[in-house]
């Protein structure tokens, strides 16, 4: 029970610290409503007409994208911590991860061409 004594204090904490934070501000906060402050938010836009409008295609393959260019960019982060450390890549092998690194790279930047004269890119309507 010694041991897990500092997680039952640190657990208590926690729980305490996000009770006060969500508690709090309902307590201290200013409370004058208004008919603008009710609106729901809508990302900047006025919340009018229908809220099941259609989205246009080009936000879902920008997002997409992102995606994939983020995730590409994760398996080059270990690369390159590999490559400084210095127990990281041996000497043997630096060459053929190099190889690989270079392809990776040229799929994303042919990724990114096709992707490009897709239209993807440009927002303004055709």
């Known amino acids: 029970m010694a041991g897990q ?3 039952l204090i640190y657990l208590i904490a ?4 996000a009770a006060v934070s969500l508690i709090l501000p309902h307590v201290v906060a200013p409370k004058n ?11 900047g836009m006025d919340p009018v007409g229908d809220a099941r409008k259609p989205f246009d295609i080009k936000f879902y393959l920008i997002a997409i994208l ?16 590999a490559l400084l450390a210095p ?3 041996p000497e043997s092998f630096r060459l053929p991860v190099l190889a690989v690194l ?14 490009y004269r897709k239209g993807v890119f440009d ?3 055709k």
């Open 102 to 115: 270079l392809v990776l790279l040229a799929t994303l930047g042919l990724a990114y061409v096709v992707a």
């Open 33 to 43: 409503p208004t008919r603008i402050k009710d609106m729901p938010y809508e990302s």
């Open 123 to 125: 927002w303004r309507r």
């Open 66 to 81: 992102f995606l994939i260019f983020d995730v590409e960019l994760i398996f080059l982060y270990p690369w390159a911590v």
């Open 87 to 89: 127990e990281g890549i």
């Open 14 to 17: 926690v729980i305490g610290f």
């Open 5 to 7: 004594l500092p997680i």
